[in-house]
């Protein structure tokens, strides 16, 4: 199955991705200490359905990999939004194509709205979680599978975002 991935490379490049790889999903790893990061370090915790502590936890996260053997990790230098765009639609192309348990995530939170409706959401065809919101270890999950990753030193230095499919 992994070799008939490889053509969603393409796909996720034109619609903006700067690269993308098929990885085993076995690359994928969570840890607890993700959801820390956002709880105390980002000020969106709990302030839209796709932040902690409305994601899964990590060990669940890890549950929800394993029912996967592959995914498509994509590399974007735009922005969060434009990461999680690119997300939606390739997710919606795996979809299509009978991938029908195909699960994307995005990069930071959700942005389609200005104020998200805590109750239910306004847009579900659109909204993903980030990787890290569900106990993905962003990092470590990028350097295993031949990414180039770093915390950025200034607002003005080279962004690399992140985004993920998971794919059956």
Known sequence: MGKNLFRYIEDAKELGAYDAKVINTNTIKTA?????????GCSNYNSNLCCPPNTPTYKKMQEIV???DWAI???????LSS???????????????????????????????EKCNMEKCKHPSEARPSMESCGIDVYETVKMNGFPIGVLKNREGEKNCYGLVLIK
């Open 66 to 68: 394993d029912c996967y």
């Open 32 to 40: 607890p200490w993700t959801i820390m990061k956002c709880k105390y």
């Open 83 to 113: 990461t999680a765009k690119i997300i939606v639609e390739l997710e919606k192309k795996f979809f299509l194509s009978g991938y029908y348990k195909a699960l994307g995530f995005g990069a930071g939170p959700c942005q389609l709205c």
């Open 73 to 79: 990790l994509v590399q974007c230098k735009s922005d």
